[in-house]
């Protein structure tokens, strides 16, 4: 069975960026929805981008206008764009997707998380 692998968490400076990456090892033979979480201490884990059916885009209010999600099919690869960070956005960055592998039926795939961390 396939697994989503992260990387590109890291230590950053208030104002600084960030690329996370999260690829897919199996074979996709299709997909429902895709997305990026992040969970900090003591809080709930929470939608940050995601794409859904029909390739609709959805931002969590407080990264609107810093963070931008896209992917490359080919690659079967999702990435998350993150600029003027703040140190609010520390977190464990989770990606997330809905799909199904060829040869099995559909589930509900996360990565193990990447750290990022603002801060002076």
């Known amino acids: 069975q396939g697994q989503l692998v992260e990387s590109g968490g890291g230590l950053v400076q208030p104002g600084g960026s960030l690329r996370l990456s999260c690829a897919f090892s199996g074979i996709i033979f299709s997909i429902r929805s895709i997305g990026w979480y992040r969970q900090a201490p003591g809080k709930q884990r929470e939608l940050v981008a995601g794409?859904?059916?029909?390739?609709?885009?959805n931002y969590a209010d407080s990264v609107k206008g810093r963070f931008t999600i896209s992917r490359d099919n080919a690659k079967s690869t999702v990435y998350l764009q993150m600029n003027s960070l703040k140190p609010e956005d520390t977190a464990v960055y989770y990606c997330?997707?809905?799909?199904?592998?060829?040869?099995?039926?559909?589930?509900?795939?996360w990565g193990q998380g990447t750290q990022v961390t603002v801060s002076s």
């Open positions: 794409f859904t059916s029909g390739d609709k885009v």
């Open positions: 997330n997707a809905d799909l199904r592998e060829r040869g099995r039926g559909w589930n509900d795939y």
